[in-house]
């Protein structure tokens, strides 16, 4: 029988199958000796033990497609990363450390802005217009008047989304709304999973239709940026792209050097200047990062 992963908690995974059962597994011994750990997001071939009390074992992990870092997870299409539009306002900073963290990985990303239905000032339109000039896809919601919510589900159909986004976004009032409707036979949780369960902070696949998975993450509130010099940070800003070319300066920074395209771009607004002063700041921490690293191997 075939199955994805959709939650895994000391040592125990739970599949998810056609005919919406959740199989509570654990992973053939050969795993650990290959090196090869079941994610969350695997498909995988198990053995059923037990239908009645719905008990397997994971026998077989099939080829991965993607593999995530951060979050450890499988077979990832796409990113969702949900901020809220006010209560409390975005932080764009943080916005940004996130969707250069999916750029790292290959993974494209929807920016979606929840709780339209209180956005009096109408920000919510601006907040589309800059990221969507970036070439992503955008969109805006309200969890609570369930607006929006119908086109969300389109773009998330037929793929397993990775949702991401700071506390008190209401990205969980919004994946109540994408899972309503949605009700899965469960087999029962060990013990030994119910003494960790109220401490223990995990990612969590949701089946939302056939083929549609969604991945509840939890909450941040800082992201740290790694594997990255300062001077391959302008190519996690897709829109810096065409204005390069007027840069005098080959492997211009768009920080100090005169005549600079980007800077031209931004003064002129073709450029959001609101993610410029971003891509500086992030600039000025790598180059301190780096700088650092290097006095601490004096």
């Known amino acids: 029988m075939q199955g994805k992963i959709t939650k895994g908690i000391a040592g125990f995974y739970y599949v998810h199958t056609e005919g919406n059962c959740v ?84 993974i ?8 339209s239905d209180i956005d009096e000032e109408e920000a919510g339109r601006g907040y589309l ?9 955008t ?10 919510i119908e086109q969300l589900k389109e773009l998330l159909s037929g793929k397993t989304t990775t949702v991401a986004g700071p506390s008190g976004v209401g990205k ?39 083929n549609t998975y969604i991945l509840d993450t939890p909450g941040f509130s800082s992201l740290g940026l790694f594997g990255l010099e300062k001077e391959e940070l302008g190519a ?12 005098r300066f080959r492997g211009c920074s768009h920080i100090s050097e005169p005549a600079c395209g980007v800077k031209k771009a931004v003064e002129a607004g073709r450029i959001s200047r609101l993610r410029y002063e971003n891509y500086c700041l992030l600039y000025e921490e790598l180059k301190n990062k780096k700088r650092d690293y290097q006095h601490a191997g004096r």
């Open 172 to 210: 969980s009032s919004l994946i109540n709304c994408l899972q309503s409707g949605v009700v899965m036979e469960t087999g029962n949780i060990s013990e030994k999973i119910q003494r960790g369960k109220h401490t223990t902070r995990h990612s969590e696949l949701i089946a939302v239709e056939k």
């Open 139 to 148: 969109l805006m919601v309200s969890a609570r008047q369930n607006l929006g």
């Open 23 to 106: 199989y509570e597994c654990k992973a053939k011994g050969v795993f650990r000796l290959d090196g090869k750990k079941p994610l969350v997001g695997d498909n995988v071939e198990l053995d059923v033990l037990d239908q009645e009390k719905l008990l397997g074992n994971i026998r077989e992990i099939l080829p991965r497609k993607s593999q995530l870092i951060r979050p450890e997870v499988a077979n990832v299409d796409q990113a969702l990363v949900i901020f809220s539009i006010v209560k409390p306002r975005p932080n764009f900073n943080l916005l940004d450390r996130f969707l250069i963290m999916m750029q790292q990985q290959e």
């Open 108 to 115: 494209p990303c929807i920016v979606c802005f929840n709780k």
């Open 236 to 247: 996690y800003y897709p829109e810096f792209a065409f204005y390069e070319q007027d840069c």
């Open 129 to 137: 217009d800059i990221y969507g000039a970036c070439g992503y896809r």
